[in-house]
């Protein structure tokens, strides 16, 4: 008996991966309440995840160029949404997965660093350090086949409270 699968099977495996598309979303930002800014992310793709995660085989040029380009957008898509100047906020992660496999939700929040950076340079919150930004939890994971997605929810915390 074979401990491991012919490498026939194992190629056929690899191209079906590959083939896999996931459905692009456009990134926008919502002001949904005078307290609730939620930015709208795309899924990333295996490129994205490969290049931006920290346990990668890549350079830190490869992870430049992406986090660079998702920080610029980020930052536009806040600004065309009318993004709100708040002294302190608690951010949210949801993430809506485009099929049943696991996901490390960690990780994927720590992907979604740079869009972070972005709504912060859109003037958000001063910076993300921990006397402005909270990272609230627990993280929620969800399935949507036809629009996955990560949603960022910006709420604002009230002076005093």
Request: hydrophobic fraction near 40%; charged fraction near 30%.
């Amino acid at each position: 008996m074979r401990r491991y699968p012919r490498k026939g099977k194992v190629r056929r495996i690899k191209k079906a991966v590959k083939r896999r598309v996931i459905p692009y979303v456009d990134p926008f930002a919502t002001l949904v309440a005078p307290d609730r800014f939620v930015v709208t992310w795309m899924w990333p793709t295996a490129e994205h995840n490969e290049k931006l995660t920290v346990h990668g085989n890549t350079n830190h040029w490869d992870r430049q160029s992406i986090a660079k380009h998702w920080r610029g957008l980020a930052k536009i898509v806040c600004l065309e949404a009318g993004c709100p100047e708040w002294g302190q906020a608690v951010v949210h992660y949801r993430f809506y997965k485009p099929d049943l496999r696991a996901i490390d939700q960690l990780n994927q929040a720590h992907r979604m660093k740079h869009v972070v950076d972005g709504v912060m340079d859109a003037g958000l919150l001063h910076n993300d350090s921990d006397k402005y930004l909270v990272v609230g939890g627990p993280m929620e994971s969800r399935l949507d086949r036809e629009r996955p997605r990560i949603e960022l929810e910006f709420v604002r915390v009230k002076e005093g409270a």
